[in-house]
């Protein structure tokens, strides 16, 4: 099962209440704030984060089974603990930049 969450948005404009994740180098807003559920994402320039992404939007869901999703189609950003109950990765399926969030 996958739900969807938020639409990633890249920008190099300083967004309101946006929050810096040090691990990423990258500064996000809560899609939460935003009626569309956009997430926008200003990336630092030494951030590890793949240049498509910095480039490209991408769509966010929350998924039952990672390990299920990760096989279909080309990871980008190998899955990583995001805290202890969710574990995020990033992949590419027909083009499309994939956020996927499987929360224990």
Do not use: C, S, W
Not at 15 to 38: A, G, M, R, S
């Amino acid at each position: 099962m996958a739900e969807f969450l938020h639409v990633g948005v890249p920008t190099k404009t300083e967004q309101p209440k946006e929050t810096y994740v040090d691990d990423l180098k990258v500064y996000i807003t809560n899609p939460e704030d935003h009626e569309f559920k956009y997430e926008y994402l200003r990336f630092a320039q030494d951030t590890p984060l793949p240049q498509i992404m910095q480039e490209q939007i991408h769509l966010a869901y929350r998924v039952d089974n990672l390990e299920k999703y990760l096989k279909e189609g080309e990871v980008i950003v190998e899955p990583f603990q995001a805290d202890e109950n969710m574990r995020i990765a990033f992949l590419i399926k027909d083009g499309i930049i994939f956020e996927l969030m499987e929360v224990k």
